[in-house]
């Protein structure tokens, strides 16, 4: 590996596993604190974000209301280091917990990390097909429905989903 390879699958490891960490204490505002104060987010489905403090207001709402309330873990199923554009390209899979019966359910998303000459994360992008993640979680609904450990927000989703 080159240098800059290195520094970019060191980047990426410190991504994975601060990530890793903040599923774990779902203080999604540290997530923000992974990016530099101009940093950019497009998030395919909610738009273009600016900035530390904009990616943080949406990161924090977003990941605090159902179906991600549910999300457990975003572990990279893969990851490709391209050092000619100081890019991390990965699929992050992202778990819901055991609706009751034990099964896995799960979408996937590409994403782009772009990091600075010093690996820090100047721009994130996420890029996935909405509908797979509705019918993951149209389905994780049903499992957890089945099993008395659907929460009332996720009675509302699976009516908007058609149930």
């Known amino acids: 590996m080159t240098e800059n390879e290195n520094m970019l699958q060191s980047a990426f ?6 990530v890793d960490e903040i599923a ?29 403090e904009e990616i943080r207001a949406w990161v924090v709402r977003t990941m605090n209301e159902f179906p991600a309330t549910e999300m457990i873990a975003f572990p990279a199923a893969w990851s490709v280091v391209d050092a ?6 990965c699929d992050i899979r992202n778990v819901m917990r055991d ?18 000459d010093d690996g820090n994360l100047i721009r994130e992008e996420d890029i996935y097909n909405p509908q797979k993640f509705a019918d993951m979680t ?16 996720g009675r509302k989703m699976l009516s908007a989903l058609g149930g």
């Not at 490891?13 to 601060?18: G, K, P, S, V």
């Not at 505002?29 to 900035?51: K, Q």
């Not at 000619?84 to 390209?89: K, S």
């Open 13 to 18: 490891d410190r991504y994975a596993t601060r």
């Open 24 to 52: 774990g204490t779902r203080d999604w505002s540290a997530f923000a604190d992974m990016f530099t104060e101009d940093a950019t987010y497009r998030e395919h489905a909610y738009g273009d974000f600016t900035g530390r």
């Open 84 to 89: 000619a554009t100081n890019r991390v390209i």
């Open 99 to 116: 609706p009751g019966d034990g099964s896995v359910h799960e979408a996937s998303n590409i994403t782009i990390l772009t990091f600075d």
């Open 138 to 153: 149209r389905e994780w609904c049903r499992v957890a429905e089945a099993h008395g450990t659907l929460s009332d927000a």
